[in-house]
């Protein structure tokens, strides 16, 4: 096939040299590469890219890691916060202490109930022992961490034992101003 190819273009040179291109075919010819040169410089669209399973795992086993170093942290500061063992410290303190808290929570619930009449009164009082109920969770914070946990501990117990002081003392005031006003009452009626 080559051969006769080439005896084709030999018999018909002279028809070749004849023929001539058209005069506009280099501007069209421009005007086509000037397209494709636009169409290049155009953003190509971003392709999807894609992450092998070993990437996928990685990353996954890296969050599961992190997120258990954060829950292990968590916990870790919430037994700080509640998890002192006051039995540990001193059993007889801890005795103490769970007995003066149980009194000052009857003591609160017994003011409520008699300054009903007086809500003013019992407001007054409340903010004493909020003061003072204040101090008493600073030490508990302060208990984890302070190297004379017993101190701390007998500090908190003090604490209480002023707490239900100081209630005892609200409460009869309460029960001394209910009796001066039965009295009066009394003394209105009997005029």
């Known amino acids: 096939m080559s051969k006769r190819f080439e005896d084709f273009m030999h018999d018909n040179n002279e ?3 004849e023929i001539e291109p058209s005069a506009d075919l280099w501007g069209k010819i421009e005007a086509q590469l000037n397209f494709l040169d636009e169409e290049q410089e155009q953003p190509k669209k971003r392709e999807a890219k894609t992450f092998s399973l070993g990437f996928v795992l990685k990353v996954a086993a890296s969050v599961i890691i992190v997120m258990a170093i ?15 063992d006051l ?32 809500p003013q009164l019992y407001k007054e009082f409340s903010a004493e022992i909020a003061k003072m109920d204040s101090t008493y969770k600073k030490l508990n914070s302060d208990l984890a961490t302070s190297p004379n946990q ?3 501990l007998r500090a908190m117990i003090r604490n ?32």
């Open 160 to 191: 209480l034992q002023i707490q239900t002081e100081v209630l005892n003392q609200q409460l009869n005031v309460i029960e001394q101003f209910n009796q001066m006003k039965k009295e009066q009452n009394n003394e209105t009626k009997n005029i």
């Open 87 to 118: 039995a540990a410290i001193n059993p007889e303190y801890a005795q103490q202490q769970v007995h003066y808290a149980s009194l000052v929570e009857t003591k609160l619930t017994e003011l409520k109930s008699a300054s009903k009449n007086d």
């Open 70 to 84: 954060g829950f292990g942290t968590y916990i870790q500061s919430q037994k700080g916060a509640k998890g002192v």
């Open 15 to 17: 028809e070749f040299n």
């Open 150 to 152: 017993e101190r701390v």
